[in-house]
């Protein structure tokens, strides 16, 4: 149980493109989301944390006009990324919390690949 | 805030080897710890959590974490490692104030390299 997937896996764009990245629970309502991106050989460096209904909070230093967030539903948050560049490219990765779950763990999406050219 | 400092960026081991990464945090309020391990191109994984009650926990794949309040550790061990426990350990706070599910904070991450 507690399973979060991410679609796409892997994704190329065209610089100035914009990319949309799908996080899902599957077997459960999550009430928060988050997003992570993760530089090569780096730690995770949470963008920002979305509540079912409501607007997300973005951690310092991220953009929230090049990073939209939206999360419409409790098993689906989007990260889009928009007019992306190649210093956009970076491994994304969402996690889930829900309060019918143990309420302090977030579990974790599979990542999502993005390379701009 | 919190941090976390995991000072091995790479630990190499021997199969069948004790390994034991390390970590350290710092906060000003109490947190919950946890241990993660990613395989290459993969999300994280949970290892371990410490929540409250015995210091010494015990995760999924053999290994274990004890939490030592007075060095502000949490250091991983297994006793005897497997080449499949090659991977990246990462080192995690979240503060119990606001419910602990919510903001991590990672480390730098420990490559494990388990060779033959």
């Known amino acids: 149980g507690a399973v979060v997937s991410q679609h796409p896996s892997r994704v190329i764009c065209k610089s100035g493109t914009s990319v949309k990245i799908e996080c899902r629970s599957l077997?459960?309502?999550?009430?928060?989301m988050f997003w992570y991106r993760q530089f090569p050989k780096k730690s995770l460096m949470l963008m920002a944390t979305?509540?079912?209904?409501?607007?997300?909070?973005?951690e310092q230093g991220v953009e929230k006009d090049k990073f939209l967030i939206n999360h419409a539903s409790l098993t689906l948050s989007t990260l889009t990324v928009t007019s992306a560049h190649p210093e956009d490219s970076s491994f994304y990765i969402c996690?889930?919390?829900?309060?019918?779950?143990?309420?302090?763990?977030?579990?974790f999406g599979p990542g999502t690949r993005l390379t701009v050219t | 805030a919190q941090s976390v400092t995991q000072l091995d960026s790479q630990v190499p081991v021997f199969e069948e080897a004790p390994v034991e990464l390390r970590c350290n945090y710092s906060?000003?309020?109490?947190?919950?710890l946890f241990w993660y391990v990613q395989y290459p191109n993969q999300g994280l994984q949970l290892l371990l959590k410490y929540l409250s009650g015995s210091t010494l926990v015990k995760g999924i794949n053999g290994f274990e974490a004890e939490f030592n309040k007075s060095q502000t550790s949490f250091h991983l061990r297994k006793p005897s490692v497997h080449i499949s426990d090659t991977a990246e350990y990462f080192c995690?706070?979240?503060?119990?104030?606001?419910?602990?599910?919510?903001?991590?904070?990672f480390g730098t991450g420990t490559q494990l390299k388990v060779e033959l």
């Open positions: 906060s000003s309020v109490s947190v919950y």
């Open positions: 996690s889930a919390r829900s309060t019918d779950r143990l309420p302090n763990e977030q579990y």
């Open positions: 077997d459960f309502q999550a009430t928060t």
């Open positions: 979305s509540n079912e209904g409501s607007k997300a909070t973005y």
């Open positions: 995690a706070v979240s503060d119990r104030l606001t419910g602990g599910g919510n903001k991590l904070t």
